[in-house]
């Protein structure tokens, strides 16, 4: 267990300030972090990279992020990578979007990453707890 690498994360958020604090909080967690700035470059690194996690803005450019997500999970050798969606307003009809899309679990911007690191906890291969205890979140 010892040898394996850290969990690798995508983090897909269209603003540069946003990727940049999550990604410095979850490299001090020991994570290793992806970024994707739009919603093609997110389903282009997760496909060429294959992270353990996806966190993905519900709005990107290029792509959006539900159909980012409803693309990727196309694809089976990430039909069963973890998904959290973020999104920035409309909580309950957007966490029932990103549920039917494919996600596992639905946070809100801003980020509270006390709540973010505990669902990351949960999803992560190896510390699965019952995914219903993370989709209430």
Known sequence: MMDEP?????VADSDEDTRY?????LEMKGFQVLEANNGQDAIDTS???????LLIQLKLPVVS???????IR??????????????FNNPSS????????GCNAH???????????ALVDQLLPGDRLALASCLIQ
Request: overall charge positive; charged content about 30%.
């Open 65 to 71: 992020g539900f159909t980012a997500i409803r693309r």
């Open 107 to 117: 946070i809100e911007n801003p980020i509270e990453f006390d709540l973010l690191e």
């Open 74 to 87: 196309k694809y089976e050798e990430l039909r069963t990578v973890p998904i959290v969606a973020i999104s």
């Open 47 to 53: 496909v060429s990279r294959r992270p353990d996690l």
């Open 6 to 10: 850290n969990p690798t994360i995508l």
């Open 21 to 25: 604090l999550l990604r410095s909080l």
């Open 94 to 101: 957007n966490r029932k979007l990103a549920l039917a899309a």
